[in-house]
């Protein structure tokens, strides 16, 4: 999916207008338009400003992946990276163990 497009379904999902979306990011909603007829593509500074708006993250934004981060799950993942290695390795087996759980539950129906 182009830029354009999921910048216009992101907005859409988000219920903001073209102008209110326009106006948080600083720019005329005419041109906010544009980016998402695919007419014109935003400077990287006005990318990162939409994509903080929408609370996504650029990758997303600009097509490099198709994994959708929302924002509480960005900041999750910023702190398990400020933690000890100690800590974090303790973290991701908890969280091994609740996945592998989880899944042997969706096995068997439980």
Same mark, same amino acid.
């Given at each position: 999916? =182009? ?9 859409? =999902? +988000?219920?903001?207008?073209? #102008? =209110? %979306?326009?106006?948080? /990011?600083? &720019?005329? #909603?005419?041109? %906010? ?10 400077? &990287?500074? &006005?990318?990162? +400003?939409?994509?903080? #708006?929408? $609370? /996504?993250?650029?990758?997303?934004? /600009?097509?490099?992946?198709? &994994?959708?981060?929302?924002? +509480? ?7 398990? @990276?400020?933690?000890? $290695? +100690? ?18 539950? @969706?096995?068997?129906?439980?």
């Amino acid at each position: 999916m =182009e830029f354009g497009n999921r910048l216009m379904n992101l907005r859409k =999902e +988000k219920k903001m207008s073209q #102008a =209110e %979306l326009a106006s948080k /990011v600083g &720019i005329h #909603a005419n041109v %906010l338009g544009r980016y998402e007829r695919g007419d014109a593509k935003p400077f &990287i500074e &006005i990318a990162a +400003k939409i994509a903080q #708006a929408l $609370e /996504v993250s650029l990758d997303y934004l /600009v097509g490099n992946t198709d &994994i959708l981060f929302d924002k +509480k799950t960005i900041n999750r993942i910023l702190e398990v @990276q400020k933690l000890s $290695e +100690k800590d974090a390795e303790h973290l991701f087996a908890m969280m091994d163990a609740f996945l592998r759980d989880a899944k042997t539950r @969706q096995a068997y129906g439980g």
